[in-house]
Nanobody, 121 residues
């Protein structure tokens, strides 16, 4: 079973950019739909984006136009490019793997440990 490790989280000022990475172990990465979720303090975890095995992507309305998801199957790595960051983007960001691309975390059965993104105004 694939294991996921996120990296790239940091503290940035509003308007800045970050790129998160999610490295997968094993050789089955390309067979999974990959998603990004985030959880802010005191709030439920929410879906951010997903990308299918074929490269089809989806975004939450709150990040559409600012975030871009991509994957490199040869490297077994998922990315999230985040531009024009806002204080409300502050959260722990998680990558997750699923057999189907969906916006509900119920469908994702493999999770990373998370990476913290903090955006100051």
């Amino acid at each position: 079973q694939v294991q996921l490790v996120e990296s790239g989280g940091a503290s940035v000022q509003a308007g800045g950019s970050l790129r998160l990475s999610c490295a997968a172990s094993g050789n089955t990465f390309s067979t999974y739909c990959m998603g990004w979720f985030r959880q802010a303090p005191g709030k439920q975890r929410e879906w951010v984006s997903y990308i299918s095995t074929g490269g089809t992507s989806g975004y939450a309305d709150s990040v559409k136009g600012r975030f871009t998801v991509s994957r490199d199957n040869a490297k077994g790595t998922l990315y999230l490019q985040m531009n024009d960051l806002k204080p409300e983007d502050t959260a722990m960001y998680y990558c997750a793997a699923s057999g189907i691309c969906y916006t509900l975390e119920f469908y994702y059965n493999i999770w990373g440990q998370g990476t913290q993104v903090t955006v100051s105004s």
